[in-house]
């Protein structure tokens, strides 16, 4: 059997859109993609960039996800905390996670988000 990640849904506020927009086009650089009509009826939005693909979906009693969050490759850690910085996000580094470089912050509403990437120079030798 084998399995691979379609997509990752985070739960959003209602009326949220656009500020979701402002966040993850604006800010991260992805891409809105349209939702199936049936599906549109009901908020939120869909969007992607590579082989990532986050579904932002309106939750009536909407909590942000201050532990769950999707841990996201990119590939310029640097610039994307930069960005992220520049625009009011707080970027929190971590350095728990050995092989990786990784820092995590929150979305416009809270929810957590993990940005990381392979850190050659801290793999270990094969034997």
């Known amino acids: 059997m084998t399995f691979g990640l379609h997509h990752v849904q ?10 979701c927009r402002e966040f993850y086009i604006g800010v991260l650089g992805l891409t ?9 009826a009901r908020g939120g939005l869909w969007v992607r960039a590579g082989g990532l693909e ?3 979906g309106v939750e009536a009693d909407f909590r942000p996800a201050r ?5 996201i490759l990119a590939d310029d850690l640097d610039a994307l905390a930069a ?6 996000s707080a970027v929190e580094w971590d350095d ?9 912050t929150t979305d416009c509403l809270g929810n957590r988000l ?4 392979p850190d050659a120079s801290a793999r270990t030798p094969s034997p």
């Open 10 to 19: 985070l739960a959003i506020e209602p009326g949220s859109e656009d500020r």
């Open 32 to 40: 809105e993609i349209p939702k199936p009509p049936e599906l549109a």
């Open 54 to 56: 986050l579904h932002l």
């Open 67 to 71: 532990k769950a969050h999707p841990g």
């Open 83 to 88: 960005r992220l910085e520049a625009h009011g």
């Open 96 to 104: 728990g996670f050995p092989g990786h470089r990784r820092f995590y």
């Open 114 to 117: 993990e940005f990381l990437t």
